[in-house]
């Protein structure tokens, strides 16, 4: 009987399997793009889905914005000034979305986010004021704190030879519906003409698809989403696998570090020049070079859906050099390519022809993406906490 119960022991006492090798935190070491294990994978495909969804619903309205501004009688002070609501209410979300990670996992606290945003996209479309039209914007680009859990969340997966290239797919294909939206939106309000709805209403109804979308999103999250490779915080706290952190301590220690403070200013230049672009670039095409609505979308989405290859280029270049030159690799591999995007993005302020506006663009995108995937191979590293 002794040695049966130890033999019993001994079994359960294995390392659970998993699909992917793995190193001593169960972490993944390998990335298989077109893999869906669980947990690893699944968690991948589930934090770009719902942050692209997330990514379309806030920047829904630009393509139909010569629409929404003739509706809404809506000034140029008053598109620039919800541009900047959108973005700005994701600044603040993401200080808290970061905590919130630490303390309820990066599935709870994406999925609660999501659910609790939805609202304002579909409130979008009974905007009567130009007062009415940001303060849902605001609110919607709270959605866009979802990439702080979505690189949390690969962090939490996938070990340091690959990271940066997990957070930089993820992180690329969710941003990839800011994109995406250029093109949907255009196309969804076509449809919805062609069915038969006048313009000033058509615009309303299309905004129902995205904050579908992303309501489905969330649920997704939940169902079929684990925290970490062991499973969910709150079953790994009650059994003493995890310990439980305090709200100030996690706080302080996230402000306290440097390094965070120099990286959080290096994304500023790159991702937040990146969601202004996202902001104006329809209507930038629309108004200077006379085009359609539909050719403009076409046109901005080529920005957004650079994202693809050249965010995931981003953080796989920064593995790679990292074999071969550590930290310091990533570092100046990220300093060259912001660099190289800020060059352009000056350039096309510069060019006045639609030919060479569209080629700088792509160009610029490229460069200002690849430095974001950059930025989080470096992120993973600032701190063990």
């Known amino acids: 009987m002794e040695v049966e119960g130890q033999a019993t022991t001994v079994k359960e006492s294995q390392p659970p399997k998993f699909a992917l090798p793995v190193d001593s935190e169960n972490k993944a070491t390998v990335f298989r793009l077109f893999s869906v294990a ?28 010569p629409i929404i ?8 002070s008053d598109i620039g000034n919800a541009g900047i609501a959108s973005v700005s209410g994701a600044v603040f979300a993401r200080v808290a979305m970061g905590t919130a990670c630490d303390l309820f996992g ?20 009974i905007a009567s004021s130009s007062t009415s039209f940001l303060l849902v914007r605001f609110f919607t680009g709270f959605s866009l704190s979802t990439f702080v859990s979505t690189q949390f969340w690969m962090s939490s997966m996938f070990s340091a030879p690959v990271v940066g290239t997990a957070n930089g797919v993820a992180g690329g294909w969710g941003n990839l519906g800011g994109g995406a939206t250029q093109l949907i939106m255009p196309l969804v309000f076509a449809l919805i003409l062609n069915i038969g709805a006048v313009k000033f209403t058509a615009w309303r109804i299309a905004f129902f698809i995205p904050a579908l979308f992303q309501t489905l999103s969330a649920f997704a999250v939940l169902i079929f989403g684990k925290d ?61 070079f006379d085009l359609k609505l539909h050719t403009a979308g076409m ?43 800020g060059v352009f993005c000056i350039i096309l302020g510069r060019v006045g022809s ?12 490229i460069f200002v993406q690849a430095a974001c995937g950059l930025t989080f191979g470096v992120v993973p590293f600032v701190s063990r906490r």
């Open 299 to 341: 046109i901005a989405a080529s920005f957004g859906l650079a994202n693809i290859v050249s965010r995931p280029a981003g953080g796989m270049l920064s593995d790679a050099v990292a074999k071969r030159f550590g930290m310091r690799g990533r570092l100046w591999a990220l300093w060259t390519v912001q660099t190289l995007g």
């Open 228 to 288: 970490l490779p062991d499973g969910n915080f709150r079953r790994l706290q009650k059994a003493g696998d995890k310990t439980k952190d305090k709200v100030s301590n996690v706080f302080f220690h996230g402000i306290t570090n440097y390094r965070g403070w120099i990286l959080a200013l290096t994304y500023g230049y790159c991702f937040g020049v990146e969601l202004t672009i996202d902001n104006i670039v329809a209507e930038y095409f629309y108004d200077r």
């Open 354 to 365: 639609l030919g060479a506006s569209i080629v700088v663009m792509i160009v610029f995108s």
């Open 38 to 65: 669980a947990p690893h994978m699944r968690a991948f495909h589930l934090s770009w889905v719902s942050f692209f969804a997330c990514f379309v619903s806030t920047f829904a309205a630009p393509p139909l914005l």
């Open 106 to 125: 990066p599935r709870l606290a994406s999925a609660s986010l999501i659910l609790l945003t939805a609202p304002a996209v579909y409130f979008t479309s």
């Open 69 to 76: 501004r003739d509706n809404l009688n809506l000034t140029a």
